[in-house]
Nanobody, 128 residues
């Protein structure tokens, strides 16, 4: 069974910070790829950051590098996305995603179709 439940979204002014959490119950895999995606109104869902639980290797979309940090707690039960220096263009519904095995190439890991398991999303709104 795989269950993903996001929390931590909200409204913030530009330049502010938010930390998203994803309670991840992924008992069917010993190591797996976790990711954060986001979808703004009228736009396609896009990958933001990924982490492979086996080595804690991370990857980021160019649009968030240096501002966002993906991490997982030591118990491997919670995925985080620390978002700093937020911009209005970061406004979107943010989703947690998971699938077994490594994250693969950077291109592959940022594809929606690479993940079978998804959370319900949490809204982030950044005002100027």
């Amino acid at each position: 069974q795989v269950q993903l439940v996001e929390s931590g979204g909200g409204s913030v002014q530009a330049g502010g910070s938010l930390r998203l959490s994803c309670a991840a119950s992924v008992y069917i895999y010993s190591a797996y790829c976790l990711a954060w995606f986001r979808q703004a109104p009228g736009k396609e869902r896009e990958g933001v950051a990924t982490i492979y639980t086996g080595t804690r290797t991370t990857d980021y979309a160019d649009s968030v590098k240096g501002r966002f940090t993906i991490s997982q707690d030591n118990a491997k039960t919670t995925l985080y996305l620390q978002m700093n220096s937020l911009k209005p263009e970061d406004t979107a519904m943010y989703y947690c995603a998971a699938d077994g095995g490594t994250c693969g190439s950077s291109w592959y890991s940022f594809q929606v179709r690479s993940y079978r398991y998804w959370g319900q999303g949490t809204q982030v709104t950044v005002s100027s």
